[in-house]
């Protein structure tokens, strides 16, 4: 089945980049997301990227995607305290059912 | 335009009663879907839905989990006999299509539910 997998922690200053990664295991995967969720909150969508995509930017937010490697990562530009939360990679093969990784609790040095 | 509703935010039900959580689809929306995520985990897909019909119900459990969508009204997510190991956040998500596929799903806030 499918398998996404995400490092648990990560740790920046202010200011910073973070980048969160994250791989997956299902060749078919056309679309792939990344979520965010605040403490007690649902996920808020970030971004995606089709499959045929290399990357994509959004305003600070830029997706990197491997797809010979099965890897995807987020790159937050200048970090700010309010990107602590819980990042979530998720895929689709388009089957309208998305699976997640376990998520990246990113917490922001003031 | 509202976002996707839940309700309630947070369930209290002792073990051996009935779980009934609700979810209102962000306007001009017809497809739900169910996740659920316990503690310290990501959100696992339980069941997707159209209104009336069940799609895709590959992630729900055989027994005491059923899923509708009305024609009128919010989609319901019924759990009987809840156990202690039913003690989660349940999502619900919605989305439009665009030629035939759905890309963005967006999620309500979450039903926490405790059993006791």
């Known amino acids: 089945g499918e398998d996404v997998e995400q490092s648990l922690f990560l740790s920046v200053r202010e200011g910073d980049s973070s980048v969160i990664n994250c791989t997956y295991t299902?060749?078919?995967?056309?679309?792939l997301y990344w979520y965010k969720q605040e403490p007690g909150a649902g996920l808020q969508l970030l971004t995606y990227i089709f499959s045929n995509m290399d990357m994509k930017q959004d305003q600070r937010l830029t997706v990197l995607l491997n797809k010979k490697d099965k890897h995807l990562s987020l790159r937050i530009a200048d970090t700010q305290t309010g990107d602590s939360a819980i990042y979530f990679c998720?895929?689709?093969?388009?089957?309208?059912?998305?699976?997640f990784g376990t998520g990246t609790r990113l917490t922001v040095i003031p | 335009n509202a976002g996707v509703m839940q309700n309630p935010r947070h369930l209290v039900r002792r073990r051996g009663q009935e779980a009934r959580l609700r979810c209102s689809p962000m306007?001009?929306?017809?497809?739900v879907y169910w996740y659920r995520q316990l503690p310290e985990e990501g959100l696992k897909f339980m069941v997707y839905l159209q209104k009336e019909n069940i799609i895709d119900e590959s992630g729900m459990p055989k027994e005491r989990f059923s899923a509708e969508f009305p024609k009128e009204g919010p989609s319901i997510l019924r759990i009987q006999q809840v156990v202690r190991g039913d003690s989660a956040a349940y999502f619900c998500?919605?989305?439009?299509?665009?030629?035939?596929?759905?890309?963005?799903?967006?999620f309500g806030p979450g039903t926490r539910l405790t059993v006791t």
């Open positions: 306007k001009g929306h017809s497809h």
């Open positions: 998720a895929e689709s093969s388009g089957a309208n059912n998305l699976f």
């Open positions: 299902d060749s078919s995967s056309t679309y």
């Open positions: 998500a919605s989305s439009s299509t665009v030629g035939g596929v759905s890309y963005e799903q967006y």
